[in-house]
């Protein structure tokens, strides 16, 4: 059956992604570890079947919009090494397909290997979400990197989910930001405070990202289901990494030239998930 956090709270936001591999003025540095999901592979471009070994990858390109250009530029006026690339490739086996991004060109190699490898563990992580006995299972899921600068990247997972003995697939969303000095997911908690969003989000003064009509009523009434403790918890324990015991997040969220985004599970018939904006007074 599917993981009761996946139905309950299903996904974040939508964003699919195009285009060629994007050089970047950034910086790096530092640690985090890896998961083997040795039932996945890659697969190649040229071909577009699965390959059995050894496995390769299928590159695509990435848009990103970086957070400060001016502090890359700052940067690069002082000598340091600081350009690199970020790639996105696609990992498949039968019916599930993930992308996720990589970094390469940074000049200390061991923690971009540590940093690759994050990116990876956490994007394929939502397997984990998916129990043995709930039939083939059909994913889906694309990514975005709608913020990088020397200090970090965010990437953006969308998609969705089909299950054999589901009624009906879910809509994924997940995000993921890696600070590129100490190698470590950033989450809720770096951005903002969880209670004070928590009020936020139950306010007549919050905004949601890309809703309007029926959906934004639908999720304006939803919300007032649960009270501020309830989302202060959700908040809490939002983002990778994952709590101790592998609990999948309630919500997932990221931040973008300033602005916060984070996601909230609502019904399926408004679509499994909603993200709701904040814009600090101080912006």
Known sequence: MMNRNIIIAAALSAVVITGAV???ACSSRETPEPIDLSTIHTTSADSGSAQTAPPQTTEAPVEVTLESPGESLAAASKGESISYEISLYTDTSNNISIRYPT???MSDKTK?????????DNALAVLKTFSEDSGSLTLDISCQVPSISRKRITAVYTGTASVEKAAHPVNLFYTNTVDLTSGKDLGFSDYTDPYTMAGYLLS???QFDGLSGDRLSGALAERTAMDIEFYTHMFQHADFPLDPDGTWPSSFSYEKQGEIYFSIPVSHALGDYVIVKFTPETK
């Not at 971009?112 to 990876?120: A, C, P, R, T, V």
Request: charged share 30%; net charge negative; proline share 0%.
């Open 22 to 24: 994007v050089a970047v």
């Open 103 to 105: 970094i390469s060109n």
């Open 204 to 206: 007549d003064d919050v």
């Open 112 to 120: 971009q290997e540590e940093i690759n490898q994050l990116l990876k």
